[in-house]
């Protein structure tokens, strides 16, 4: 009998809180080893590299770091973001370049320094869209600007690397309970959105889910509706 195969290996960001820290725990109970690539470290073990993303070279080069000695991945999950809330009229430089660094330059790099183990794994990268990339809103130009270039990234990713052997999936969620203390019933949980990452993740290799939009189940009562809508658009 030969080795046992080793575990699938997986890099999470923004796996400290919120979605991050579900798909991370979904991911282990799946039987993948988690690598982590955070700003902050995570509460219940010790992360070697944690890293800014607001400094997309320094991304780069902490992606190499915490993959040095790996021999392949087979998972990435770009998670992590910053939101930058704010009108055109006012939304702040430093707000603009912190959403464009964080949501869509970082991402890239984190891509560019991981696709060479990716390839050889024939792997899987997740990104984690939103509804905002496609479905704008007041007061969120960086945060909407910077998900629907991200959609962009997953459909050229999409047509170069499966030549390659590695599929990406742009997960595009709406509301989530990212916030320990928010019990709303129109939001989705962590937990079931992590389960869908890890499903995206397993589908038959011949597959590959491009793009999922997914919505919680149950919708509130909207305050403006039918025709007037038409107006609030
Ligand atoms: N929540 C929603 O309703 C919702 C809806 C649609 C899509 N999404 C998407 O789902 C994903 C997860 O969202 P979430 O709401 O679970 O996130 P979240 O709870 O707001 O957590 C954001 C994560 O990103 C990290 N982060 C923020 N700025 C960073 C920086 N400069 N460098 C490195 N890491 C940084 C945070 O680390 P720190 O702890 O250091 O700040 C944290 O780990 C995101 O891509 C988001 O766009 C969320």
């Known amino acids: 009998m030969g080795e046992p195969a080793a575990p699938p290996l997986a890099l999470v960001t923004g796996s400290n809180r919120g979605t991050g820290r ?5 991911l282990i109970a799946d039987g993948y080893t988690v690598r982590c690539l955070n ?5 219940d073990h010790d992360d070697p590299v944690t890293v800014d993303f607001g400094d997309p070279a320094a991304v780069a080069r902490a992606a ?11 998972l990435l999950v770009v998670n992590a973001v910053t939101r930058g809330f704010g009108a055109v009229a006012d939304v702040t430089a430093q707000d603009w370049d912190e959403a464009v660094a964080v ?32 479905r704008p809103f007041e007061g ?11 959609k962009q990234v997953a459909e050229v990713l999409l047509m170069e690397e499966r030549r390659h052997g590695v599929r990406t999936t742009l997960l595009s969620p709406g509301a989530i309970r990212n916030f320990d203390d928010d019990h ?25 889910l491009g793009e999922i939009e997914l919505r919680p189940g149950r919708l509130d009562t909207p305050p403006v509706v039918g025709l007037d809508r038409l107006q609030h658009v």
Not at 39 to 43: L, N, Q, V
């Open 140 to 150: 969120g130009v960086a945060y909407c600007a910077t998900k629907a270039a991200l």
């Open 22 to 26: 579900a798909v991370r725990s979904r």
């Open 39 to 43: 700003r902050s470290p995570c509460a």
């Open 103 to 134: 949501n869509l330059t970082a991402p890239v790099r984190l891509v560019q320094a991981a696709l060479p183990l990716l390839r050889r794994a024939q792997g899987h990268i997740v990104l984690m869209g939103s509804h905002a990339g496609s």
């Open 184 to 208: 709303s019933a129109y939001k989705m949980s962590v937990e079931s959105v992590a389960e869908v990452v890890s499903w995206a993740a397993s589908t038959p290799r011949d597959t590959v």
């Open 64 to 74: 190499e770091q915490v993959l040095a000695d790996a021999p392949r991945l087979d």
